[in-house]
């Protein structure tokens, strides 16, 4: 049982690149979310999804997308990267409390 | 979602007692109140949630007033591995049957000294 996963761990993109940051949970959640977490701040909600097939906007969806593509996994893609973008980016599941991944540390220059 | 309120950092030794407090003055009827922990390099974890009283599991307990305004995280005989931050957050419960969207603060960062 591994939890949340996400890859990869650490990525350096240049301004303008496009990628995509994958998620997978094996617990069986139904919601799932992505956050991004800025030095010496808390997290800020990007998207969730509460169930598969559902997404919608949190906090700061701007220059991203998201795909439920499953029930497992919950992916985020940068269309084109900005320094703005540069942060640690958290996926979490849950059905009662959320269950966090290890995170992707993400540079764009 | 109510705002939450809580000190920005704290100092404290190994075997003290740790109480770190959180205004939420705004709290609505339904919200309860959840505490999560964040190591560096880490994903925050679940501490513990409560709606009034006393809660009480094996890592903490939560104390919430009357007026539930406020709430206060305890941490029994701290250790140098309860160097963390700590949030707060007011908002539907965990057993709400799945979805509940977070709004995290810039949260407590505790510091336990030798």
């Known amino acids: 049982n591994a939890g949340v996963t996400q890859t990869p761990k650490f990525q350096v993109l240049k301004t303008g690149q496009s990628m995509t940051l994958q998620c997978a949970q094996d617990?069986?959640?139904?919601?799932m979310y992505w956050y991004r977490q800025d030095p010496g701040m808390g997290l800020r909600l990007i998207y969730y999804s509460a169930s598969e097939g559902t997404t919608d906007k949190g906090e700061v969806p701007n220059g991203y997308n998201v795909s439920r593509l499953n029930k497992r996994e919950f992916s985020l893609r940068l269309e084109s990267a900005a320094p703005s973008q540069t942060s640690v980016y958290f996926c979490a599941s849950s059905d009662n409390e959320q269950f966090f991944g290890p995170g992707t540390r993400l540079t764009v220059l | 979602l109510a705002k939450t309120t809580q000190p920005i950092s704290m100092d404290s030794y190994e075997g003290q007692e740790v109480n770190i407090t959180c205004s939420h003055n705004?709290?609505?009827?339904?919200?309860?109140i959840t505490w999560y922990q964040q190591f560096p390099s880490q994903g925050p974890r679940f501490i513990i949630q409560?709606?009034?009283t006393k809660v009480t599991n094996e890592v903490a307990s939560l104390f919430i007033p009357a007026d539930r305004k406020s709430s206060t995280l305890s941490l029994p005989r701290v250790s140098l591995s309860d160097t963390a931050v700590y949030y707060c957050?007011?908002?539907?419960?965990?057993?709400?049957?799945?979805?509940?969207?977070?709004?995290f603060g810039a949260g407590t960062r505790l510091a336990v000294h030798p």
């Open positions: 617990m069986n959640h139904n919601s």
């Open positions: 957050l007011v908002g539907v419960s965990r057993f709400s049957g799945g979805y509940n969207k977070l709004i």
């Open positions: 705004n709290i609505a009827t339904n919200d309860y």
């Open positions: 409560g709606y009034k």
